[in-house]
């Protein structure tokens, strides 16, 4: 249903629900921050907020990699395997022999273009190649890495355990990845194109654009940040796991959501997905700690929070359409 | 011939033939029946859930049910507490995870027309969800399935489970649904175009509702006999049927943009998938290069099968 129907084509008046919704991600962060500062003081700190968003790096890269292909009206089903396979490459090979490290990960960037012109030329659903890919870089890793084990190169143990004054590195770095992506495809004629392959394939063929360029495109950045993500995450937990990142698929997506990111017309907003990020890092564990839910039910809570977002923000838009 | 070959199930059943063949080569037909009993015995449960599926992605675009593994997860613990290891609580138990598997699906249903949640979405959602009340309620527990009701999933007539039967079965009846009867009709009509169906007067929300109702409660079903097949229940009992459901779908020639749907594929893709990780076991492959060749299997077998129009 909420499906096909180009339902807001051209420009319409500014109106309170749709800033409100533009402000929905921001809110719920905003919400869960609260809630942590009622339920423990000392956790806003720098040293909390470092603590506490010691994983939102690499979900926001994973988020942002995902939103790439969800801008074109994909899905990648598979970008939880390939943060996995990145770290095992990175606390190996990356580690031991870093030209051959190098050399894995640039060949997995363009893996990842190959595949997208082999969804367009063959026009293949994105939803099952990636599953099928999700095996190939699961397997990849575990031959890899059998054992967890492995140690992150020292430059990125420096990069990831950087301290900056005042404000806490998880929060700098999400600001500093939010807004280079915001500008490149928000702000950037070729990026009206591929936000456009979303929105209307058809017209920006049209137009003369090559759609077949816009997917190696998107499937590459969408290598790329899955590469970046992968690299952070090791350069935070040290130690590659060949299931290290295999909850990074559901989070990358829902982080997506929650920042306002439609799945289908090129309707998204990078700014949204990193604070969509943010949001389910905080509220995925030290939230949930804090208000003492049991472990058996913190998975639920997630889902939980999934839906309540979503409720509000088809309240807002019910509104929005109204207006 | 030709005709024959133009049928998009075709191509699943050739596949699963050749996997078939590639392992009794190499093992020089030592064992056949026992792989071909095997085959059977799992196909049985990728082709019920795989069904279900199908059912929700002929739906159109965007509609898929990722609970399956959750709710499946869950089922077979309900079974299993239902039952009790006695013989006379079978049906009551079959009953209980067909009703747990029902609500799931009720339940998704209503998290997508409420809300208006997108339904990988809302599915994905109700899976953390349901995940949660699976390990709550199933924390510990150990029982047994009664020993008529785990003799009764693993039983075989001539080396065939007495499961394949009863799915080849449903199997047909679920072709039968698809192709004649109004609520199948309807489900293809709106996977072709949800908007003209609706003008058509397809009453495109009772279709939606029954479609992941019967999603949910064939996951139900299939948490059920798994845990009578493997004896006993666990949270992750499900876990490898949400690539699998999906799998199966595409491979057997259902379209992913909807309204195309192929009960018999289902089958062939179902015999492919699982003789193909026999023939990997066969071969002595290492579980990492098991995986990555299953994978790169998947998206060969896709490639050579697809180029279906207007998909995602």
Redesign the interface.
């Known amino acids: ?5 180009a339902q807001a084509v051209g420009a319409r008046p500014i109106n309170w629900a749709r800033l409100m919704r533009a402000l929905l991600p921001a809110l719920s962060l905003g919400i869960v921050v609260v809630a942590i500062a009622s339920l423990n003081q000392r956790a806003i700190s720098y040293l909390g907020f470092t603590l506490m968003l010691n994983l939102a790096i690499p979900i926001a890269l994973a988020t942002l990699a995902q939103m790439f292909v969800i801008t074109i ?3 990648d089903l598979s970008i939880g395997p390939f943060v996995g396979f990145v770290g095992c490459v990175t606390a190996t090979w990356l580690h031991d022999s870093p030209l051959l490290g190098i050399t894995v990960l640039i060949a997995a960037i363009g893996v990842y273009v190959a595949l997208g012109a ?1 969804i367009h030329l ?8 990636t ?13 890899i890495l ?1 054992t967890p084990g492995g140690k992150a190169p020292e430059w990125l143990l420096a990069l990831m355990g950087f301290k900056p004054p005042f404000i806490p590195m998880p929060i700098v770095a999400a600001i500093v990845i939010a807004l280079v992506v915001h500008f490149g495809l928000m702000r950037t004629s070729y990026g009206a194109v591929l936000r456009g392959a979303g929105g209307n394939g058809q017209a920006i063929g049209r137009a003369g654009w090559s759609l077949l360029r816009t997917k190696m495109v998107m499937f590459g950045l969408t290598g790329l940040f899955g590469v970046l993500s992968g690299l952070a995450l090791i350069g935070t937990t040290t130690s590659g796991d060949a299931n290290i990142g295999n909850g990074y698929t ?1 989070l990358s ?2 982080g997506v ?1 929650l920042g306002g990111g439609e ?2 017309g090129g309707r998204v907003s990078p700014v949204g997905a990193v604070i969509g990020a943010l949001t389910m890092a905080m509220a995925a564990s030290p939230l949930l700690t804090f208000m003492h839910v049991p472990p ?9 929070i ?2 309540i977002v ?2 509000a923000r ?1 309240l807002i ?1 019910r509104k929005e359409a109204n207006a | 011939m030709k005709t024959l070959l133009s049928k998009p199930w075709i191509w699943s059943f050739l596949g699963a033939l050749v996997v078939f063949l590639a392992t009794i080569a190499f093992t020089r037909g030592v064992g056949t029946g026992g792989i071909l009993t095997a085959a059977l015995s799992l196909a049985v449960f990728t082709v019920i859930v795989g069904t279900g599926q199908m059912f929700v992605i002929t739906l159109g675009p965007g509609n898929v049910d990722l609970s399956l593994p959750a709710n499946i997860g869950l089922a077979s613990a309900v079974a299993m507490k239902v039952m009790d290891g006695n013989d006379a609580m079978i049906a009551v138990g079959l009953l209980a995870a067909l009703g747990s598997g029902l609500a799931v699906g009720v339940a998704n249903y209503l998290l997508i027309r409420l809300l208006r949640i997108p339904p990988i979405i809302a599915t994905l959602s109700s899976s953390f969800i349901i995940l949660s009340i699976d390990i709550s309620y199933g924390r510990g527990l150990q029982i047994k399935p009664p020993p008529g009701y785990a003799d009764f999933t693993n039983i075989q007539i001539v080396g065939i489970p007495i499961l394949a039967f009863v799915t080849v079965a449903f199997s047909v009846g679920a072709a039968i649904v698809l192709s004649r009867l109004v609520y199948g009709r309807s489900v293809l009509a709106i996977g072709q175009n949800i908007r003209a169906a609706w003008l058509a007067g397809v009453p495109v929300e009772r279709v939606r509702f029954l479609t992941y109702a019967l999603c949910g409660a064939l996951g139900g079903i299939t948490g059920a006999l798994l845990a009578g097949y493997f004896r006993g229940a666990s949270v992750d009992i499900g876990n490898e049927y949400l690539l699998s459901s999906i799998a199966v779908v595409v491979i057997g020639g259902t379209s992913v943009a909807g309204g195309k749907a192929n009960v018999p594929g289902i089958w062939g893709a179902a015999l492919f998938l699982v003789l193909l990780l026999t023939m990997l076991n066969t071969f002595g492959v290492s579980p990492g290069l098991r995986l990555v060749l299953t994978g790169l299997i998947i998206v060969g077998v896709i490639t050579a099968a697809g180029g279906q129009k207007a998909l995602r």
């Open positions: 249903m909420s499906l096909g129907s009206n994909e899905l082999l063959r026009n293949l659903p994105s939803i099952v190649v599953l099928g890919m999700s095996f190939v870089w699961q397997g990849l890793a575990i031959l059998p559901l997506i829902a959501i799945f289908v058996d039910w913190q998975v639920a809570a997630n889902g939980a999934l839906i979503l409720a088809v838009s």
